[in-house]
């Protein structure tokens, strides 16, 4: 049989899109018929367990967990990294969130941890809410065996998490400074892991956690597997992955998953003064089952969530100013669907992984254009579809047209009945000039030069 992986470039031993799940498929007639007889007995035995994932080589163990989750067919970053990471590997796997991506790490070393071994696993991510995120997605994988998972991170009270790891965990994950904090106090030995998962390291990086990342790699001895996860794979995480890695495997399906086709992108151009009232008008008219308002700063997250206790909608705010257990309630609530919107700021909003949000509306829009895409990102998850609708000032057609180069798509405008947008203000001098100017006799139009001609299309189009 040809093998469509011949193409790629071995010696770089990079693995890209649908290659790289390919490659698993047909990666070798013997392994492949190993597997084949294998799946068929197993099928035999057990016809409701899903046998996309037995193929992988995943237990019965974690079979029935994934029936219970409702996972049928794995997502492509499964299927690239779940029997690399079986066999023992060293991965480097570029994949943003929302793939799939926690159980593509998870169920190998889940499967490979040995229930009556002590800790044998760690995950280190960027934010406190991802902890919490990647531990209950492990312990539902995990929750056909006896397996024990804890988090560790900061803001939360350290007696209690000491007291969990008293109750000797297989597998912690953690945020890098809780960690070092914890390995300092003597209860944390990494000494004898067997596996040390990096989750997110671009984020890690970004957030300044190198030192942190560099002592904790640094103290595990003996043989082990790492595995690195990042949306973006550059520079500085090759040589980490150099340092800390044995000859890794690159496997690369972002670009599969960077399409923001499943979302339907609008924007409504709206003065600061409207955006309530057109916030409102939208939630009346949408009815979004479940949804994320994102806000640039604190003050208008509090400011919103204010305003919609006042008209009886059943909101929630999460931001910096809150403590670590005010937010875990929230992401709680959220998750469980006890709140219809959540007003957020976008630290709070990192690695928030609640399936099924219909709805992303972008109050304030990012300044960054890549914070756009990780905020739209939040919805049509796993394949679902999604709907992102960005609040845009008369004078933010900038913002919007860098949008669009990132993600090189045209984001439609959205009227939205009922709502009329003010005049943009103008200081009482320019008003009565702009007056002026309406009234003088029309000018020869000037020459337009390229860059004039955009800007003019720009503030037309908003
Ligand atoms: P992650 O990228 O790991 O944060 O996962 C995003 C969401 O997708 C989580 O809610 C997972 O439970 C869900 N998920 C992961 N893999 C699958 C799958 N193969 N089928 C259905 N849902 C999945």
Not at 42 to 62: I, S, T
Not at 352 to 379: A, F, K, L, W
Not at 422 to 435: G, L, Y
Request: proline residues 5%.
């Amino acid at each position: 049989m040809s093998c469509p992986c011949r193409a790629i470039d071995e010696s770089r031993r990079i693995i890209t899109g649908r290659y790289a799940a390919l490659r698993i498929c047909k990666a070798s007639n013997g392994i492949q018929a190993g597997r084949n007889a294998r799946r068929c007995s197993l099928m035999q035995q057990h016809p409701d367990l899903p046998e996309a994932f037995a193929e992988l080589g995943v237990e019965v163990r974690f079979l029935k967990a994934l029936v219970k989750l409702n996972f049928v067919k794995p997502s492509d970053i499964q299927l690239a990294m779940i029997p690399h990471a079986l066999e023992g590997k060293d991965i480097l796997g570029q994949a943003r969130t929302g793939t799939g991506k926690t159980a593509a790490f998870g169920l190998p070393i889940l499967q490979n941890i040995d229930p009556d071994g002590r800790l044998q696993a760690i995950c280190l991510v960027p934010t406190r809410e991802l902890a919490v995120q990647v531990t209950a997605e492990l312990t539902r994988l995990s929750q056909c065996t006896d397996l024990h998972i804890v988090a560790v991170y900061g803001g939360q009270k350290v007696a209690t998490q000491l007291h969990q790891l008293g109750r000797k965990p297989h597998f912690v994950v953690g945020t890098p400074g809780r960690v070092m904090d914890f390995m300092q106090r003597g209860v944390l030995n990494l000494q004898s892991l067997k596996f040390a998962v990096l989750d997110e390291v671009d984020r890690m990086l970004d957030i300044g956690f190198r030192e942190d990342i560099r002592n904790i790699l640094g103290r595990i001895h003996g043989d082990h597997q790492t595995i690195f996860v990042s949306a973006t794979i550059e520079g500085e995480i090759r040589r980490l992955a150099r340092r800390y890695m044995t000859d890794p495997m690159e496997l690369d399906v972002s670009k599969d998953q960077m399409t923001v086709d499943a979302i339907d992108q609008s924007y409504v151009t709206a003065e600061p003064r409207d955006k309530y009232r057109l916030l409102r008008l939208i939630l009346k008219q949408e009815q979004p089952p479940i949804c994320i308002v994102f806000c640039n700063t604190k003050a208008v997250a509090r400011k919103i969530t204010k305003k919609l206790h006042a008209d009886d909608i059943n909101a929630m705010e999460i931001h910096g100013d809150l403590a670590q257990n005010q937010r875990d309630r929230v992401m709680a609530s959220f998750r469980n669907h006890k709140i219809d919107v959540l007003v957020a700021t976008d630290l709070a909003a990192r690695g928030i992984d609640v399936s099924e949000i219909s709805h992303i509306i972008n109050y304030d829009i990012p300044q960054d254009p890549e914070v756009y895409v990780h905020r739209i990102g939040r919805t049509a998850r796993m394949g679902a579809k999604g709907v992102a609708i960005t609040f845009v000032g008369n004078d933010q057609g900038k913002e919007l047209t860098t949008i669009e180069i990132l993600i090189n798509e045209q984001v439609r405008h959205r009227e939205v009945e009922g709502f009329k947008a003010s005049e943009p203000w103008q200081p009482p001098a320019e008003q009565a000039a702009a007056q002026q100017a309406a009234e003088a006799p029309a000018k020869p139009a000037p020459k337009l030069t390229l860059a004039s001609k955009f800007k003019t299309r720009r503030r037309r189009r908003l």
